[in-house]
């Protein structure tokens, strides 16, 4: 049903690049690994807008590591694994959490400035983390600042071209190997990038959905292209919606960070009730799966749209000056947090799954690579313990530049590689309206709550946009809807075939954990279809 390229052409007619590495894509995965593989390597970085347009850029909360000497490597494994409901890879979390510190250090190389407490670094605590473990900069403006330095490093570096405004349409592979990327360029030309290595680190896939913490950018592209050059996909039914997302008449669903739950804020209901002892004995600390679906419960419960988040007993100075991003934004709309409650609602916000990799990156692919939130290195599991994505980034993506540093020169051209499919069908439905269709079928049928009979309803009206694949796509909006298609697809075909409910996959219908059956990972592959593998947890 989906092929393995999304357009007709002949690569002995298409302009020729050379490059040692390539990365796609220009949040803290793309940079850092850009920058790490720089030192020695030719590296082009393709990024669809600019270089700060990314995931990354929004993230508000931090970075989780051991820094504390009351912490320690064997805590935040117990409570990674502890969120991961026991679909976590227990190797890729042991490098996780004892490589993160030398990865933070890197970044203050970088030039990243973490906020300071009395000269030390200043760490807080996030749902579900036993410690307080986690940097930030700029009270709640983490991503930005670290995206920032980054960026700084890679601008007119001198092994490193940026290519904006570019998107990478297809990977080209022969014999399971990849020898580069096809890539459209701002003006519609195409052009073949060919390189020793080739990595993913194009982020999520928000957009998938209606109502999503996630910049325009985050449509699953990584994950579509790596599919169709037939690199395995892990657990991408695994979705993480943010319990608190701003749900406020003229606002878009702006993130108040986990974080504001961290410093005492509380959860309430349209009466004023606090609620979240009826779901969970860490309350509104809760891991997110849970603290979301508790939020829905009481938006049901009493017939309303939002629930609120409370932290005006704190000291508003304090409030202020920890938050000031959030208070900005939301002072912005007429919400003053430190004297409001803030009217909060769950939007689709992380995706736990992706492309499968090894503990260096390297998909099923040769000479492809994942990093980031495109990626499933197996330290999320079924539920990503916060702030622990940006760690995870500068873990593997240093580790994928030690494997590249190994692999021997690329000797295929790929000038007989071509696609002739012939398609001429125009694409008749506006992009908007089948973007806006899909978007609503995610929603309704495969959100936060799930069921078969939904679920089948949702494939079945996600199947009707099939045709698009048969049809010659020319704008990047067109080629984009197509990865969103497969990334629903696979999604929604996943989320039917887990038969219980784990982490960020709930069905109604299967509502409790099913270890005897489904302590598994669903793998997808183009040729060889839906295949499973018993987890590592421990």
Known sequence: MIPQYLIDFDLNEIPVIDTDVIVIGSGIAGLFTAIKASEDRRVTVITKKSLMESNTRYAQGGIAAVISDEDSPASHREDTLMAGAGLCSSDSVNILVNEGPRGVEELITLGTAFDLENGELALTKEGAHSHRRILHANGDATGYEIVRALSEQVAGHANIDIWNDHFVIDLITEDNECLGALVQRPDG?????????????????????RYTTNPEVATGDGVAIAYRAGALIRDIEFIQFHPTSLCYPGAPRFLISEAVRGEGAILRNIHGERFMERYHELLELAPRDIVARAIVSEMEATKSSVVYLDITH??????????????????????????????????????????QTDHHGETSVTRLF??????????????????????????????????IRGLEPLTKSGADIACRENRQDPVMQPIVERRLKLQKVMVRQVGLRRSKEGLLKGLEELKRQLPIFGAALHTREQLEFANMLTCALLLAESALAREESRGGHYREDFPERDDARWRRHILRHRDKGMLEEISDDV
């Open 189 to 209: 030309q195409r052009v073949f990038l060919r390189g020793n290595a080739t990595i993913l680190c194009s982020g999520g896939s928000g957009q998938l959905y």
């Open 314 to 355: 704190e000291d508003s100075d304090t409030i202020k000056q920890r938050f000031p991003t959030i208070y900005e934004t939301c002072i912005s709309y007429g919400l003053d947090m430190t004297s409001d409650w803030i009217p909060v609602a769950p939007a689709a916000h992380y995706m736990m799954g992706g492309v």
């Open 370 to 403: 994942a990093c980031g939130e495109v990626s499933s290195t197996g330290v999320h599991g079924a539920n990503r313990l916060a702030s622990n994505s940006l760690s995870e980034a500068i873990v593997f993506g240093r580790r994928i530049v030690e494997r």
